[in-house]
């Protein structure tokens, strides 16, 4: 089982920048760069949505039309973690930040608990 722990949400201006962190452990011969992974958000009252994603080799990324320009993943595999930089934050960035593991065929096989991110003046 892979476990993930979110973290470097809170509170933040609108145009503002925060960092988010989501650092994956697992079972014996757990091997980071074997999963894809994803950031989602989801505010109360509505779906879980993908905020972007990379692929197990870092090769591949993507993102939501509403967050291209602004927001970045990486992933750094020697720390077994990955990163989502949120730059020019607004309002209604505002949400709970989940991130999860997807196995080589597409499978999620994990989610952590979650990060807040506030934007608020």
């Known amino acids: 089982q892979v476990q993930l722990v979110e973290s470097g949400g809170g509170l933040v201006q609108p145009g503002g920048s925060l960092r988010l962190s989501c650092a994956a452990s697992g079972f014996t011969g757990f091997t980071f760069s074997s999963y894809h992974m994803s950031w989602y958000r989801q505010v109360p009252g509505r779906e879980r949505e993908l905020v972007a994603a990379?692929?197990?080799?870092?090769?591949?990324?993507k993102y939501a039309d509403s967050m291209k320009g602004r927001f970045t993943i990486s992933r750094d595999d020697a720390k077994n973690t990955v990163y989502l930089q949120m730059n020019s934050l607004k309002l209604e960035d505002t949400a709970v930040y989940y991130c999860?593991?997807?196995?080589?065929?597409?499978?999620?096989?994990?989610w952590g608990q979650g990060t807040q991110v506030t934007v608020s003046s």
């Open positions: 999860n593991a997807a196995n080589i065929l597409g499978t999620v096989i994990s």
């Open positions: 990379i692929t197990n080799t870092g090769g591949g990324t």
